[in-house]
């Protein structure tokens, strides 16, 4: 599809569901998607994004290490 | 709780990666986790995910896999008991470690610093019928890297007012593969090139004005698999299967013509998602139901640094 007839099919189509992207759906949609403050309390603590960039700064500080770890990176997709 | 973990230097890594790979991180992480939980598990899996407190030098304090507040404090706690018990000698390597070593394998070597960096964020979109699901809420976040020539190839060659633009197919079927995936709920899998029934996304340049380029994106991604697969964790049952996410894409972002490069980028790419694949979450609503997935601008800390979860499949060296 040329460019300018997919801002014409995608862009404009308003007779479609609360759910359809659209221009005048875009910021609900958009909104909803966002994580809220609450569900991003997680990321107060700071986190080393690596095991060994925790290695590094626990020797330096004398400090144990609490490492996360799962299947997907914690910090990302998990 | 984060009064507790202050008392630590709290880090965050990929479990299978450090499984798997070689260079002394991985090493110590072996070290570590067969001390742990999981320690010489092999069924249903042999992950090794949780967490785990331990020194600098792999000495293990105390390691857990749970979700209950209460019980992670009590670990935490536990590992600074310990950790007071060892003298300097016993809980620290003799030689402070190189900050990044040579043998250490990490994908984030490869992080464009000089080019897009994205977070990637997904939910499922209210339904008409909606029940009374514990997982309505659920999200999840990655990243999308493009490096700096490929960021530049979002605009047209030539920036001015009106220019349109087709996006190359290879960024957007990176978008449709590795990110437009479900995994609201948990890890899914890419889906293949050949799954991509269609990958298409412009850009119109709205404004020119102040050294920057305002530019609007309209798109459409559809992937389909069909096959036999498992959709339901450790059941060892694989059955016919089908999937699939069928995306409309509306964004914008702004392009500064002198550091030549995003100063915003936002993206939604919206539509209804079906099927599952093993670990995520689905096995119960396999019905077709919306999902949309929102890019923007990632910043610039560590944890912002982490690679795309299906980075492997970049094709970057």
Known sequence: ?78 | MQELAKQFVACADEVYHLQTVTGPEAELFRKVAEQGHYGGRTKPTSTRQGIYACAPNGAFLASINTTDAAAMAGMMEKALAKWKELKPEDRLMKEPPAADPVDRTRWEKLFPADGLVLKDFSRDLPREKPGADAWADAWNLDFAWFRKVEARSFLPETIVEGALHAVPRELVLRLARLHFVDNVRGQTYPWKEAEIAWAEMATVVDEVKDGRARIRFAGKTKAVAVGKWRVNGFDPNADDQKRGFEAKILGSATWDLAKERFVEFELVAAGPRWGGTQYNGRATDLEEAPMAHLLRLAGDTPAEHVAPASIWGYGWK
């Open chain 1, 1 to 78: 599809m040329r460019p300018a007839a997919l801002f014409l099919t995608l862009a404009c189509s308003a007779t479609l569901g609360a759910q359809e992207l659209t221009e005048s759906t875009y910021e609900k949609i958009r909104d909803r998607v966002l994580p809220s403050a609450d569900e991003l309390r997680w990321t107060a603590v700071d986190w080393r994004a690596s095991f060994w960039d925790g290695v590094v700064e626990a020797q330096k500080t004398d400090k144990p290490i609490l490492l996360w770890a799962m299947n997907g990176h914690p910090l990302a997709c998990t």
